[in-house]
């Protein structure tokens, strides 16, 4: 009994000194290397293959586009573009920055900037594939040679360089929105040498997939942007570095990690410990957390979103105006923001957050009445309650919907009193629900949203309305041209006019019903200064520094 | 002994056949598919066809399913929908991560679990008896993601001693020829980087090794209490052997033998990806990568990452029934 007792003592001895030996030292983080915390790793790190933010939050440091965004605005500015121009709406004049080189020492000039966007439009077999190009096919509809008959004509027609700085990019029919939907890192300038040396237009299909044959999306990311790639560690961490003969002001910090962290809630422990210095994508419920710790600071992101519930007006009787009218007045949207975006929403009166222009407060408005909702139904001639299918989403949180189950629980309240009898649906966000909601087999009336890609009023209410969609099932001939009319306009004066024209139209028509713009947190330490957030997610990491720094 | 071992080893084709099909088939019966994963809110029905079309999804199932054994045969096992790499290269990456979990785990639950579970036999019925029943009990019912939140918010948070997440410190620039962290700093003689490495383990590992330290400590009592009413064991006494003696020769190897079993099996599962504890302390394993691919509907990592787990499985069994004679001379297999 001794020998054993005389044992356990010492394996207890023993852990404690594995215990001990890994308490010494401290939390690390501090210094001139910023660590931000997103949810995963990037696809990769070649900007026109991807469309998910994880991946832009890197390349947007790396790469610049002809255009930006002024940092938390939506506002296009000048990047590697000082100015640009076109008389006809189809021929766009870029006048280029002089003396900017790539990170590998390639000449930034007009030639480089046409074989980038020649290099997607010539795109080929499995470049085509929607979930690689999604941008350039959101964007620009098609390619030289369209693979699949579900691609459209292309939007882009050539590109031309005049001289050493100035590009000329031909468009097939007029447009204004493509000047805004540069500002997507898919539209960056890559290194033409160092595409060539990489393999970036090396790819195939194994198994069914499509990935990069070629180092350059893994390993060799070349743009002119103020960070330089260094390394990247699957699953663990994005290494950057400063790009010291960057054109414009170089940043202050020396270094760039960022972290994945799927799960929320070690994401804001690690941000507590200290182990990281900014963390993306707090929940409302760590909102909090955030606020109560002296050493942290929490940052808003500009609302870019919607979140909506749809009506699908293909289906009876919500082809009859009164039924959608009913619909609006009987979702108590005023008290669901109240009650569950912990202060950090707005009531949505449009399908697109106020300071995107063309936004009016002109349209029609809807606050929450049972007895008008009612009154609705009986002027409509049926007779309560009326039945409607409403599904929700499980398994998910969205910046727009943190908990759609509480939504769809206080909307089902509100319906009821209004004269509705819900039957209620719900399936797995991904991929059930959203493949559902998409083909219009999501019932009467469903819950969903939509976070902006770009500054344009087109990636809101033109992604939605301005073609037929199952969605929404309805076929709205005025709407359709007036959304297509703002997309070609190029004064801009009369953009902002048709936009808020159609908001109106749209707002009347009721093909669903808008309820909430959120406001997404970020979660930073104290000492960190100049973080921006983006209102499309995509932060510049070039203006932050430490305080004292 | 060399029979067993190469009847063991046939044993694995049907095996592997068996669970191929299983993974097949259960994927597919899953609703959706990569497209829908992948587009989110932009899935627009025509995306989706269009995907499905060039993925060769909307084959045949029997024709996708010789597809994938043709491949699977010859050692490919496909490319990730997610995260375009290979399967065999993502293995190859987070494998490592995943063992050096488990045998931290696993070191520590044996390590208290063994001398917990005898140490309450021997005072069977007393206080320490009656308290080690209940500790080992919490270990048993305690949720490993609450466990682990506690630990992090105690130990990272509140006192600041332990990382959050992570294998090594973020800002480290260790270098890792092998994978195996710990390994790696030894072989280059990095001891900060060893030192990091285990600090980095502490956390997920208690956490992780909860429910095997309780599992273990339960089964060794119990085996310690039929052995030391053993015929032998009394035999042993009465020949005025030390007390010590008995126990150490006759009572606890003895008593280890159902221990080891459940030791092999616990390993087994923990190899097979700690899918909470990676995902809560952002463990670049095989768990919160399975995890995130059952999200995805990324049909290639999880039949590959599947496949390749089972045969870790059944790897691990063989061995625990290897170390049986071992422990057991009196075992032999033929």
Redesign the interface.
Known sequence: ?????T??VV?LV??AA??A?????????AGP?F?IAGA??P??LDPALV?DGESFRATEQIFEGLVTLKPGSTLVRPSLATKWSSKNGKDWSFRLRHGVKFQDGTPFNAKAVCTNFNRQYNFRG?FQ???AN?YWQ?VFYGYKHND?S??SKSLYKGCTAKGKYTAVIHLSVKSSSFLSALVISAFSIQSPTAMKKYGANKGE????????TGSYA?SHPTGTGPFKFKSWT????VELVRNDKYWGKKPRIGRV?I?????N??RV??L?????NGADLIQPQDVGTIKKNKNLKLLNRPSFNVAYVTINSSHAPFNKLAVRQAVAYGLDRAGVVKSFYAGRAQVAQEFMPPQLFGWTNKVPKYPYNPEKAKSLLRSAGLSLPVTVDFWYPTNISRPYMPRPDLNFQAFSNSLEKSGFKVVAHSAPW???Y??KV??GTAGDLNM???TGDFGDPDNFVGTFFKVY??QFGFRNAAIFKVLAQASAETNIKKRIALYQKANIMIMKFLPAVPYAHSQPALGMQKKVKGYVPSPVGTDPFAGVYYGGQ | MLRYLVRRLLLLVPILFGVSLLIFFWIRALPGSPAESLLGERATPQLVQAYRHRYGLDEPIYKQYWAYLKTTAQGDLGVSVATRRRVTYEIKQRFPATVELAAAAMLFAITIGIPLGFLAAKKHGGFFDNASLVATLIGISIPIFFLAIILKYIFAIRLGWLPSVGRESITSEANHPTNFYILDAIIERDWAALGDSIKHLILPAIALGSIPLAVIARITRAATLDVQNEDYVRTARAKGLAPSTVDRRHVFRNALLPVTTIIGLQTGLLLSGAVLTETVFAWPGMGSWLRDAIFNRDYPVLQGGILFLAIVFVFVNLIVDLSYAIINPRIRYS
């Open positions: 009994m001794r020998i054993v007792s044992k356990l394996t023993a852990f594995f215990v030996v890994g308490t010494a030292g401290g939390a690390s983080g290397t660590v995963s790793d696809t990769y469309s499995p594939d929607s979930t999604y959101a699949s579900s691609l299909l194994r198994n069914g997939t499509f990935y990069p893994f699957i699953g663990q961490k990690i972290q994945p962290i799927s799960n809630t070690a422990q690690a507590q410990s200290g182990e990281i991904r991929p059930d959203v493949k998409n083909d969903i949203g939509w969609h199952p």
